[in-house]
């Protein structure tokens, strides 16, 4: 297993095509808007080398028998499932924000699953070539952009449908070595920060979608892939000489477009082509488990934020008060009903037929429809608790200025026994989290990431059992003659 400065290490030998603010960053590894997003990705490597994790951050692989970083493992239980959301708890609490690595533990656990049952039907060996993938992707301890989104053009049109084909990724070319596809995967977590990208349809198909229907792997730096950085709520504070005004310095999200023009893929990396019948399961699979990861890492930086409202109450003086009191209450009452959901549909997995763990569907969806809203109201409350300051307060470099830094220190003092610096601190944290480059993976990537709040709603009306609802009911009103 790698080391996180080995990780670090890692990623400057790519030559990762990346462009951010109409330019092409040569060194993203050290670009300063970059590099938090780099350092929360480190912090996955690390933990998994102190004792104390070992448990949480480690498994033993079932291809290789060898002990492996949990991000790269094919869970072999629910024990497993329910270790992956402790974890993601865990990193969030440590970060405060996206640490990025799951979204392609994710997409292994369901392409896994998903390309045994291909092979059943259709006699193709994608299985055992994901198998070998996967032996490479756990010997070398690599970091892997699981990535599904499409830019999907016009949402009422199927892909085959849109007038630029290449807004959905597609096969352009089947040649006798692999495969030449095109198009580009946007809103992709982490992958500036991955060595590799392994690709997953967006959405159930039909016959004519076929040339749609594709999951493969390349590294992130192949010929014909491009990056364009997402650029996040105040995120050129990152680009101060000071610190204090970002918030979380050292930690941060990234999301970037994809973009592949014409890239070969080599038939060993190839997962999926043209089976359309097989596009609905894997996205179903793939979304259950990144729905059922918002049960972890979300609920992790909620107790982040939750530990940052209660240390504002104090410093203004009025942890007492008992409105605050409550407040705090219910902001750990909505937390912990997030980690309930994520707790839930981990034990409630079952088995897969390639023998891996799939999540409970209808659970995790309902995990993630709460957690398009529950965050939200967390917010609201460490907003409230922290009072209008933490958004008019003046820069971190008026506190240290010879003319008004006396000023900005005797006006905005709380409780006198606090230094006002750690009460400015406090309060750019949860600037950061509510609004700011953290809020990218707290608030709105809680909405829309993992699908948004209608691709739940559509999953728990189908699972839902309304009808068997309605015999229970029916028979204790005695309608039908069903009554004793
Ligand atoms: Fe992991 Fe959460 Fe980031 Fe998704 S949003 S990659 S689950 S930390
Ligand atoms: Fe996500």
């Not at 992707?137 to 990535?147: E, P």
């Not at 999951?215 to 101060?240: H, N, W």
Request: aromatic share 8%; glycine share 8%.
């Amino acid at each position: 297993m790698m080391t996180g400065k080995e990780y670090i290490e890692s990623l400057r030998k790519l030559k990762t095509v990346v462009y951010l603010f109409g330019e092409r960053v040569e060194n993203f590894v050290d670009h300063p808007i970059i590099r938090p997003s780099i350092n929360s990705v480190a912090l996955t490597y690390d933990m998994a080398q102190e004792p104390e994790y070992r448990e949480l951050m480690t498994a033993v692989s079932n291809i290789t028998g060898e002990r492996i970083n949990r991000f790269c493992h094919i869970h072999q239980s629910t024990d497993d499932l329910v270790s992956k959301i402790k974890m993601q708890r865990l990193l969030g609490q440590k970060t405060g924000s996206c640490f990025q690595r799951c979204v392609g533990m994710d997409a292994f656990n369901a392409i896994y699953s998903t390309t045994y049952e291909i092979d059943e039907k259709y006699h193709t060996q994608y299985h055992e070539r994901f198998r070998k993938y996967m032996e490479y992707v756990q010997k070398n301890d690599l970091t892997v952009d699981g990535a599904m989104t499409d830019p999907k053009g016009n949402r009422k049109l199927s892909p085959s449908e849109q007038k630029d084909p290449d807004l959905y990724v597609h096969i352009v070319e089947k040649r006798e070595d692999g495969i030449i596809v095109t198009g580009a995967k946007a809103h992709q977590t982490g992958a500036v920060n991955s060595h590799e990208q392994l690709i997953m349809p967006t959405t159930a198909m039909k016959e004519k979608d076929k040339a749609y229907a594709v999951s493969f792997a390349v590294p992130s730096d192949a010929e014909g892939v491009l990056m364009i950085y997402g650029r996040q709520s105040c995120d050129t504070r990152k680009l101060e000489e000071t610190t204090m005004d970002c918030g979380n310095c050292m930690y941060g999200g990234q999301e970037a477009l994809v973009v592949f023009d014409r890239v070969f893929v080599p038939w060993e990396r190839v997962f999926m082509c043209e089976e359309y019948d097989f596009s609905g399961m894997l996205v179903e699979r793939f979304a259950g488990y990144h729905r059922q990861s918002y049960g972890g890492c979300k609920v992790g930086v909620g107790d982040v934020l939750i530990g940052a409202a209660a240390t504002a109450a104090e410093y203004n003086g009025v942890e007492g008060a008992s409105h605050i009191k409550d407040k705090l209450i219910e902001m750990v009452h909505l937390n912990e009903t997030l980690y309930c959901c994520g707790i839930a549909c981990s034990a409630q997995g079952r088995e897969t037929k390639a023998g891996n763990y799939q999540i409970d569907t209808l659970l995790a969806n309902v995990c993630k429809q709460n957690v398009t809203r529950f965050p939200y109201e967390i917010s609201r409350l460490a907003e409230d608790i922290a009072g209008g300051l933490m958004v008019t307060m003046p820069s971190e470099k008026d506190f240290h200025s010879p003319e008004i830094g006396h000023i900005c220190r005797k006006y905005f003092q709380g409780d006198e026994r606090v230094d006002t610096m750690d009460r400015m601190r406090i309060l750019r944290l949860i600037e950061n989290m509510t609004l700011g480059t953290a809020a990218v993976g707290y608030r709105t990537e809680s909405m829309h990431g993992a699908g948004s709040p209608q691709a739940q709603r559509i999953i728990i009306g189908r699972q839902g059992k309304i009808a068997e609802k309605k015999e229970l009911a029916k028979k204790l009103a005695g309608i039908n003659g069903q009554s004793d």
